[in-house]
């Protein structure tokens, strides 16, 4: 089946990350206390990583499995969307430890409650896309 | 040769070191760019929304969201990632957190109710791997979704990741990953943001967000 590969990946990225423990909201709180390094750790060696990976796509060095070149989408310039949406993102972040990768791992490990979390973000979703017009961007 | 098998399941049982966060997280990123797609997982919850018809609320859901099977594939596969992780190589399924972070939990929640043996990845007693936890870090249980501290935190905190990652558009993944390995501006913007707001939430809201009793 041609989506059951993802299934994989999704499956490598979520149990890297339950025994990462960036699911935890202990490590989220210990990270915006800045008590250790483990967090930043994940984020800077991901980033580096990532930054890497991105360029060698980004020069064709590595083409797709269609040995196309990856087009990347550039990132509209609404300044006061990225301020405002990421500050409220950062205190849901924050107040459950949980961001919107982590909920799905966590729902997988067996606390079924996060079913809940998941459906008010997409009631949060559901929200921004009603309300968008009247918000700054 | 089960032997072996056992040895290996104890050698990923272990807590592993921050930087398996690059081999995790490059990997992903490698392989969804090596299939010509993104890595963000926020999406999926536009995509849910336009696949419960939201579309004729707001066009911001009317969209193509049939291409989007892919990514929800990945969220399923984090599901039983986790599930794996688990119940299979979960260790001490404790949180390797500093002293510094447990003695600041042990300030909010007033006495001294933690310690290295009973921080739990996920404080919730609805499963044996939390069942240690002592009931003033039971957040993520059934019976802490039934109190006003736990509403807040599961229903409130869902509400605010969900809204805060489409108006900003993107998350985590899509913005701090993604959006900075590509050099977008935007992104570093989002993520200072992401940051401004969990400092505001973890040092101004949310001690007296946990000490709520009812």
Known sequence: MKLFKYIIIGFLFG????????????????????????MYGIIITGVIMAIIITRLFKKGRIKTSHGEVHQFPDKSH???????GGTIFGMGWALTGVCSGMMFVLVGSGYTVFIVFIGAAL??????????RYLPH | ??????????????????????VVIGSTLYLLLKFNKEFGLSANLRTMCAADGAGIYADFFEFDWGKQGWNLMVALGAMFGGYVAANYFGGDELAHISQAT??????????????????????????VLGVGIPEFWDLYSWKSLFSIRGLIII?????????????????????????????????????????????????LLLPYILRITI
């Open chain 1, 15 to 38: 149990f890297g990350m339950w025994k990462l423990e960036a699911v935890s909201t202990f490590r989220i709180i210990e990270m915006f206390h800045f008590q250790s390094f483990h």
């Open chain 1, 78 to 84: 609404e300044w006061m969307r990225y301020i405002l």
């Open chain 1, 123 to 132: 009631l949060g979703t559901f929200a921004y896309g009603y309300f968008r």
């Open chain 2, 1 to 22: 040769m089960n032997e072996n098998l056992v040895q290996i399941q104890e050698f990923i049982s272990q807590p592993w070191p921050w930087w398996m966060g690059g």
């Open chain 2, 102 to 127: 447990i003695n600041t939990l042990n300030q909010i929640s007033g006495e001294n109710l933690l310690t290295q043996d009973n921080v739990h990845i996920v404080p919730g007693r609805d499963l």
């Open chain 2, 155 to 203: 229903v409130g905190g869902g509400f605010l990741v969900g809204f805060g990652a489409r108006y900003a558009g993107g998350c985590t993944s899509g913005h701090a990953i993604s959006g900075i390995a590509n050099m977008q501006l935007p992104s570093l913007v989002a993520v200072m943001g992401f940051f401004a707001g969990g400092l505001i939430m973890t040092w």
